[in-house]
């Protein structure tokens, strides 16, 4: 299965640009639709049961909609395959939603202090959606997905992000399945699972090599990194392990690590 429909999050400030542009960037790779989604709540509890001024809210709401749906398309215009969805609800719970019709989810790293009336909430939409979630990186570098690792941990995530990731891993010149040692017995790495995972890899005409890399004095995350700073890769897969608390998803360890921290796109299944 390829990558034939990109479904990501748009709106109309200057924080969608880099999303969209990633999104036109992978879709350009594999000849894919994108589908723009605008979704913003209008929370009620805002204006107190105040049916007017909720109405108001309403309005205003929908105007920042359409804001979001002139920029994408201005953002697109130059694109084929174009579709736009517009809904009122949480944007995570939306995406999620509608990540019924896409092969691939992109988004951008949550910023501090976002609200999530307007921004997705990544946990909720990594554990929800179903379908891969590409990470754009920050600044403006292009994604190219030439060198790839794959950082594997002996998870079911982790073997749903191999088989999610395949579409990426067929168009890789390289491509580097990285588990990190930490050393103690009971968390030891068996070369022999990362050569069964080579091998799968192999059976889909992936060429991977597989590498140990000792966790050293810092994060596992800092040592994934490492790992792709080495093999020159600007594309990290992994999977993307959470917590219920409190009825809502939280990122914990080496996930949240990857989104928050990592330099580079970060394609994350759960």
């Known amino acids: 299965m390829g990558i034939r429909s990109i479904l990501v999050h748009a709106d109309a400030g200057p924080g969608s640009n880099r999303r969209i542009a990633l999104a036109i960037e992978v879709a350009a790779q594999f000849g894919a639709t994108i589908t723009g989604l605008g979704a913003e709540a209008c929370d009620a509890s805002l204006v107190a049961g105040d049916a007017m001024l909720l109405e108001t809210l309403r ?40 990540a019924r019709g896409a092969d691939l989810i992109v988004t951008s790293r949550p910023q501090r202090g976002d609200s999530p009336i307007y921004v997705p909430k990544l946990p909720e939409l990594l554990m929800r959606a179903g379908a891969p979630v590409l990470v754009a990186a920050e600044g403006s570098a292009a994604f190219s997905g030439r060198n790839v690792v794959v950082a594997w941990k002996d998870t079911r995530e982790s073997r749903r992000a191999v088989t999610d990731a395949l579409p990426f891993l067929k168009r890789a010149q390289k491509v580097v399945i ?26 889909h005409d992936v060429s991977a090599c597989v ?52 330099s580079k796109f970060v394609l994350l299944s759960h």
């Open 59 to 98: 309005e205003r709401t929908e105007v920042e909609l359409s804001a979001a749906e002139a920029h994408f398309r201005s953002l697109t215009a130059s694109r084929p395959n174009i579709g736009w969805i517009r809904d009122q609800g949480y944007p995570d719970k939306m995406l999620a939603l509608h």
């Open 178 to 203: 990285v588990a990190i040692d930490g050393g103690e017995a009971s968390s030891s790495v068996q070369s022999n699972d990362l050569v069964e995972i080579a091998q799968k890899l192999a059976r």
């Open 211 to 262: 590498e140990i890399a000792p966790k050293g004095a810092g994060t596992v995350t800092e040592s994934i990194e490492d790992a792709a700073g080495r093999h020159g890769a600007d594309l990290i897969v992994a999977g993307a392990y959470g917590r219920a608390r409190l009825e809502e998803w939280w990122l914990g360890g080496v996930t949240e690590d990857l989104v928050m921290s990592s």
